[in-house]
């Protein structure tokens, strides 16, 4: 069965280093999602991403954040200069039309 | 904004019993309805997936039902075991410009012992 996966499993990094967080939504799948989860807190919308293009992000997705698909398999989120507050897991979802989204297993990010 | 709610937020049943967790939300113009499971450490498994024009899904041991009105839907697990732990989401999905993004609760923690 198809599923979206997600490298690296962990990531640890310094404080002001850019991460690339990178994903790989099912394959026929043309809408792809970024969210994250603080230890302990809500699952929280980042950005979502269709035709190529952002179509919606939330206030947490600021300037620091970008997403980029390079290719036709890949979708990344990068966060230009890593803050303390940006460890949390980050999950990649996709789905295909008007039905339901499918995560993959995140990457837990520390920042120390 | 949404607003979700999950009531309770733990549960610790022997196995065997059937369960009701409840998911409520504030504003009930939705798209849909999602319900994930996620163990530990680990990430989101889709469960069932109501659209808003459905009263409820079943798959299995589960069935989620949806009252859009008074803004409530529940999952049922029947006949619990100890596999099914874990914490159970509920995701909302509204209308307008972020019609697909989906307002997430926090979860019931759900343990059942053998």
């Known amino acids: 069965e198809p599923e979206v996966t997600q490298t690296p499993s962990h990531q640890v990094t310094q404080m002001g280093q850019e991460v690339i967080l990178r994903c790989v939504p099912i394959?026929?799948?043309?809408?792809f999602y970024w969210y994250r989860q603080i230890l302990g807190q809500k699952v929280e919308f980042l950005v979502s991403?269709?035709?190529?293009?952002?179509?919606?992000k939330s206030e947490i997705f600021d300037d620091q954040f970008s997403v980029e698909r390079p290719d036709g398999s890949n979708f990344t989120l990068k966060i230009r200069s890593t803050k303390l507050e940006d460890s949390a897991m980050y999950f990649c979802?996709?789905?295909?039309?008007?039905?339901?989204?499918?995560f993959g297993p995140g990457t837990r990010l520390t920042v120390l | 904004k949404q607003e979700v709610t999950q009531i309770p937020a733990a549960l610790s049943v022997p196995e065997g019993e059937n369960l009701v967790l409840n998911c409520s939300f504030t504003?009930?113009?939705?798209?849909?309805l999602q319900w994930f499971r996620q163990d530990p450490g680990k990430g989101l498994t889709s469960l069932l997936l109501i659209q808003s024009s459905q009263r409820e899904q079943t798959s299995g041991r589960l069935n989620a039902s949806l009252d859009k009105s008074s803004g409530r839907s529940t999952l049922y697990i029947a006949a619990s075991q100890p596999g099914d732990s874990a914490t159970y989401l509920c995701?909302?999905?509204?209308?307008?410009?972020?019609?697909?993004?989906?307002?997430f609760g926090r979860g019931t923690s759900l343990i059942v012992h053998p």
């Open positions: 991403f269709y035709n190529n293009e952002i179509s919606e």
């Open positions: 995701a909302v999905s509204g209308r307008g410009g972020g019609s697909y993004i989906p307002t």
């Open positions: 394959s026929n799948h043309l809408y």
């Open positions: 504003d009930s113009a939705i798209y849909n």
């Open positions: 979802a996709s789905r295909r039309g008007a039905g339901e989204q499918f």
